[in-house]
């Protein structure tokens, strides 16, 4: 599976943004996906996640409430909804894949894209 994250850039607090995470690849719907960002000198962490058939959501605390993650398994793509944004939610947003149920800790994942980067002014 090869994942091909978008939509970062710069954005002030309390506006939004939409990330697009596409993948191609094997068969889309097998894989549980996740968000997980990394912020400079911080380790990477978990955002968000969604199931293979998009019926289970899970999210970080630090997002719940302002970020929606949710997929179209017939686009083969995966989005995260960030509204109220925050300057402490500027980071590198990474997209993940996995085979099989979701998990939300980063090494439950099997592949990566490339990151796209949000900052948040204040």
């Known amino acids: 599976v090869q994942l091909q994250a978008s939509g970062g850039g710069l954005v002030q607090a309390g506006g939004s943004l939409r990330l697009s995470c596409v993948a191609s690849?094997?068969?889309?719907?097998?894989?549980?996906l996740g968000w997980f960002r990394q912020a400079p000198g911080k380790e990477r962490e978990f955002v968000a996640a969604?199931?293979?058939?998009?019926?289970?959501?899970y999210y970080a605390d630090s997002v719940k409430g302002r970020f929606t993650i949710s997929r179209d398994n017939d686009k083969n793509t995966v989005y995260l909804q960030m509204n109220s944004l925050k300057p402490e939610d500027t980071a590198v947003y990474y997209c993940?894949?996995?085979?099989?149920?979701?998990?939300?800790?980063?090494?439950?994942?099997?592949?990566w894209g490339q990151g796209t980067l949000v900052t948040v002014s204040s």
């Open positions: 993940a894949a996995r085979a099989g149920v979701v998990v939300t800790f980063t090494g439950g994942y099997d592949y």
């Open positions: 690849g094997r068969i889309f719907r097998a894989y549980a």
């Open positions: 969604i199931s293979r058939g998009g019926g289970s959501t």
